[in-house]
């Protein structure tokens, strides 16, 4: 599926779904599993990096 379609099957979900996203039952973790991480796939983005604290694997650049 291309990106673009992904990105709006994403959005059309969620407007969908708006009031029951929006409730404080609905919390981070499943936003991240549902919204972001297929998001940041579809754009080829590794949403692990992006979220984990890589301390061993840190370069120092002086």
Do not use: C, W
């Amino acid at each position: 599926m291309p990106v673009l379609q992904e990105v709006i099957d994403l959005v059309s979900r969620f407007e969908e779904n708006r009031a029951a996203y929006n409730s404080s039952a609905y919390n981070e973790a499943q936003l991240r599993r549902e919204f972001i991480d297929p998001l940041f796939k579809a754009l080829g983005l590794p949403s692990f990096l992006l979220f984990t604290d890589h301390k061993r694997t840190r370069r120092v650049t002086l």
